[in-house]
């Protein structure tokens, strides 16, 4: 038992401190075909983690990675794998996720029956935990949970694809989410993040900014990064 707490100790470190602002670039958007390329071009802009989208074609109308193509890309990468389960049925796979290399691992509450069950689970496997809201899900929701978590998303698009536009009213959200867990606990934002709406999710308490379509649908990522940092400063 001991053991498998300072590794979950370990792991959770590896989370950036609340309050600090990270841009964590999706994959979504990348090229599949040259993922480790792609990672590595990214890690240029000194950024700390990057966000692992899991659709299962069930919960969200699209399919993407699993655990196998995670634990390739962990042999060659060592930043956070920030991956967001968006999948019907979270409770029978975030171990295989979190033994293919996942440091945190968010899923979301629509689909969650026990969540609290869920995060005291990923915290036995080391790995920190993260509860997500759909745009139409109302924060209360998750309020009894949010406490208990390491990081929590809010999504300004409906889940399944990138490129989609933001969402105003959902983001909103964000300032009611930060009410409820205080300083200390990380807010993801993600979905039509860039220049553009970086200022209003930051403004409203969030510190961790999922990009996808804006880092990767440019030719300059590292720059594109930059933009990003740049539109809070």
């Given amino acids: 038992m001991a053991d498998v707490e300072q590794a979950a100790g370990r792991l959770k470190m590896r989370l950036p401190k609340a309050g600090t602002i990270e841009v964590v670039p999706s994959v979504l958007s990348a090229d599949f075909a040259r993922l480790a390329d792609e990672i590595a071009e990214i890690s240029l802009a000194g950024i700390s983690m990057v966000h692992l989208d899991v659709m299962d074609g069930h919960f969200v109308p699209n399919i993407t990675i699993g655990p196998p193509v995670i634990a390739k890309l962990r042999k060659v990468s060592d930043l956070v794998f920030d991956a967001h389960l968006m999948i019907s049925e979270p409770a029978k796979y975030i171990e295989p996720f979190a033994e293919a290399g996942a440091d ?35 924060v209360e929701d ?14 300004t698009v409906h889940p399944g694809f990138g490129g989609q536009e933001f969402m105003p009213e959902a983001a909103e959200k964000i300032t009611r989410v930060r009410e409820i867990i205080g300083p200390d606990i990380r807010i993801e934002v993600d979905g039509g993040i860039d220049s553009r709406t970086t200022p209003i999710v930051v403004s409203y308490g969030a510190d961790t900014l999922v990009a996808g379509n804006a ?12 933009a990003i940092r740049s539109a809070w400063k």
């Avoid at 509450?109 to 109302?138: F, Q, R």
């Fill in 142 to 155: 998750i309020a009894a949970v949010a406490p208990h978590c390491d990081m929590v998303l809010v999504m």
């Fill in 215 to 226: 880092i990767f649908g440019k030719k300059d990522r590292v720059a594109a990064i930059n």
């Fill in 104 to 138: 945190h691992i968010t899923f979301h509450i629509e689909v969650a029956d026990e969540p609290l069950k869920l995060i005291d689970k990923l915290h036995d496997l080391g790995c920190s935990a993260g509860i997500c809201l759909n745009p139409e899900t109302p």
